[in-house]
């Protein structure tokens, strides 16, 4: 085996094991980038970790120098474009990048991406305007779509900036999104007192309905403002989720509305879903579970800190025999309320269990 993959396996394993742990530890960061100095062959084996997810690992202040990089990149009618849109970036032959950092690209964090921006032309510019932040996210974009930046997984978070959004689904950026396997979707905003304006805009999310068609996992975090137009954006999410031609995982999180609407969804991913998570998610008014019941391929069942269910929602698991869950390996059942039912659910779970072990 070549030093070189040697080298790769340890930094994966370093970076595996935050992903095991749900999010990036900043020591596994640091530690990561002073392999940056070593040698070039420990920098070789280093950069393409670290640019695979740049933007979820990388804190604010260090975000400006992160869009630095990456403009870069860009060749000199790329740059030409910037300026015909009135955004000069100088260039030198200082500047000039060593790897072809678009093409390690994996993950986008396209809130950060935009903050991140927005930084930049603060710093750079002295001019954090729309048509600025806009003209510098579109040539990025670009750039990512002519160096072959092959995307596996997007996570968008609520914004009043619908217009950058849209940006993906343009004619020239949006064969970008069209590979995704994994989407995440947080529906709030940091400024909470703004939750009900910041929901994912429905236009962002018809594109995505027709861009995005092969995705594995579906993440929805927080739809937790009963009005019109998070109704609506439910009932999108509902059919981004019936478009998919292969779903693999679906995980609804800290959702306290609309799980009426986005469970029946599951009905066109029967046959393909192996993985149903429901964490924090109030059932009230849900229809009859029968929609799992019919998930014949499902392996782990989630269901923790949920509440409001009913007797009547999760008869269709209690009722049912070996053949409809012969596959179901794992299920969690936490926390739930009422508890009177969580502990019908945590009994039905424990047969499940036991029949795993019988076939071991």
């Keep these: 085996m070549l030093i070189s993959d040697i080298l790769s396996e340890v930094f994966e394993y370093l970076d595996d094991r935050d992903e095991i742990l749900g999010s990036p530890n900043p020591k596994t960061f640091s530690n990561l980038f002073s392999c940056l100095l070593v040698n070039s062959h ?10 695979r997810h740049p933007f979820h690992r990388c804190h604010k202040r260090g975000g400006k120098f992160l869009i630095q990089t990456l403009l870069s990149c860009l060749n000199d009618s790329e740059r030409q474009q910037l300026y015909n849109d009135g955004v000069y970036v100088p260039g030198g032959k200082y500047d000039l990048p060593v790897y072809n950092y678009p093409n ?13 921006v927005k930084n930049w032309c603060k710093f750079y510019l002295e001019d954090d305007s729309d048509e600025s ?27 009043n900036c619908e217009e950058k959004y849209m940006l993906l689904a343009e004619p020239g950026i949006c064969s970008l999104i069209k590979p995704l396997k994994n989407l995440n979707i947080n529906c709030y905003s940091i400024d909470r007192l703004k939750i009900a304006e910041n929901c994912p805009k429905v236009n962002l999310l018809g594109a995505l309905i027709r861009q995005c068609q092969h995705l594995n996992t579906i993440r929805i975090n927080n739809l937790s403002v009963n009005d019109g137009s998070s109704m609506l954006v439910a009932k999108k999410l509902a059919t ?27 009905e066109k991913q029967k046959h393909a879903l192996r993985h149903v998570g429901f964490r924090g998610v109030d059932f009230e008014g849900c229809c009859k579970w029968d929609t799992l019941k019919s998930c014949s391929k499902l392996e782990r069942l989630d269901i923790v800190d949920c509440y409001n269910i009913t007797n009547s929602m999760i008869s269709p698991l209690l009722n049912s ?38 076939h071991c």
């Excluded at 609804?252 to 986005?262: D, E, G, P, Q």
């Excluded at 012969?326 to 659910?345: A, E, F, Q, T, W």
């Design 240 to 266: 981004l989720i019936e478009q998919q031609r292969g779903l693999k995982r679906l995980i609804l999180s800290r959702c306290k509305t609309f799980a009426n609407i986005i469970i029946p969804s599951l």
């Design 321 to 358: 025999n070996h053949k409809n869950f012969k596959n179901l390996k794992r299920v969690g059942i936490y926390d739930c309320l009422p508890i009177r039912i969580s502990d019908k659910l945590e009994s039905w779970a424990y047969k499940i269990d036991c029949r795993q072990r019988q």
């Design 133 to 159: 932040v806009s003209a510098i996210l579109r040539s990025i974009l670009k750039l990512f779509v002519s160096r072959s930046t092959r995307l596996n997984t997007l996570s968008i978070r609520s914004s």
């Design 104 to 116: 390690f690209l994996k993950h986008l964090d396209y809130y950060e991406m935009i903050s991140f």
């Design 42 to 51: 420990w920098c070789e084996s280093v950069i393409p970790i670290l640019w």
